[in-house]
């Protein structure tokens, strides 16, 4: 009997741990504008009835905090089959496509297809309004099941929604109107997930009003920090966790009101290391992604 277990074991801990690669991914967005689009580096062509790195994880990103400090990869990380996914060519191109839009109060839909064991939720969104440059924690709505990125789900579509923050202003892109929604699991051979892009329509109303709200940036940028403290993944994402409620506390108490929250929230080791951190993914994001008019 314990033969039997530590069996069943070593199969499911073999597929979820050893392969290097990249297990959920998001192949659609649904617009309250009725556009289907897909997550950056998506290749539509790829089957998605089965669980085999080959080829079923080719067009899956691994966003990876220390890669993108060390400019290895942008802030969406890279795919097996297309690399590093280029921030401004595929804000380009999904604008060209027409971008999809969120529901009145921020919402974005979106399908995430779990290809294999380690695309399993929680999953953790934020959201860009400026291209990459710095991202404000988003609220999932409707989580794809999973412990520390972890199911026996396999060739599976959930449904992921994550709603935008009130006053996010989506300015990035050739027409000026996207956000990036940035999704991601604490899998420790991802982080695994996608970027969307989404325009806001209806959803932050007059744009030219909320871009007035800019010191609300302070927010994001500590809590990438608080993302990219911890050099295991799964402990990131409980500070990434951590610090998506602190954002409103964040927007009305600036980056004090912040770590005050963290600290409440999730002890000293979170936040110990936040402010350090601040200026280094800020910096190196901008450095990738850099404002759409940088890129031209
Ligand atoms: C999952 O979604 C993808 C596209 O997003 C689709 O190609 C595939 O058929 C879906 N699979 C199932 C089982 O519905
Ligand atoms: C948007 O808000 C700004 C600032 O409040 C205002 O000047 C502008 O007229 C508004 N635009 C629209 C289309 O309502």
Not at 5 to 12: M, P, R
Not at 26 to 48: D, H, K, Y
Not at 209 to 238: D, K, L
Request: a positive charge; proline letters at 5%; glycine letters at 14%.
């Amino acid at each position: 009997m314990f033969f039997n277990t530590f069996l069943a074991f070593v199969a499911a801990s073999s597929s979820a741990f050893l392969h290097a690669h990249a297990h959920g991914t998001i192949t659609g967005v649904t617009g309250a504008n009725g556009v289907q689009a897909a997550g950056f580096g998506i290749i539509a062509s790829t089957p998605r009835d089965g669980s085999t790195p080959i080829p079923f994880e080719q067009d899956t990103s691994v966003i990876r905090d220390i890669e993108i400090q060390s400019g290895k990869t942008g802030v969406c990380g890279r795919t097996a089959a297309g690399g590093n996914n280029d921030v401004a060519s595929q804000l380009a191109a999904a604008s060209q496509a027409g971008l999809p839009t969120a529901a009145g109060d921020g919402s974005v839909s979106m399908t995430l297809h779990q290809v294999n064991q380690d695309g399993a939720g929680p999953y953790t969104c934020e959201v860009s309004g400026d291209g990459g440059n710095t991202f404000q924690a988003a609220t999932v709505t409707q989580q794809v099941p999973g412990t520390l990125g972890l199911s026996l789900a396999k060739a599976t579509n959930f449904s992921l929604v994550a709603q935008m923050p009130a006053g996010v202003a989506c300015t990035a892109g050739p027409n000026g109107d996207a956000c990036i929604m940035r999704c991601r699991n604490p899998a420790l051979a991802g982080p695994f997930g996608s970027c969307v892009a989404v325009a806001s329509g209806t959803a932050t109303g007059n744009t030219t009003a909320a871009a007035a709200a800019a010191p609300a940036a302070a927010a994001p940028a500590a809590a990438s920090a608080a993302g990219t403290t911890a050099t295991g993944a799964a402990a990131g994402t409980t500070a990434a966790d951590t610090a998506a409620p602190a954002t409103d506390a964040a927007t009305a108490g600036g980056v004090k009101g912040l770590l005050s929250k963290l600290k409440g929230l999730a002890g000293n080791k979170a936040t110990a290391r936040a402010p350090a951190k601040r200026h280094i993914v800020s910096r190196v994001a901008g450095k990738r992604s850099g404002y759409w008019l940088d890129n031209q």
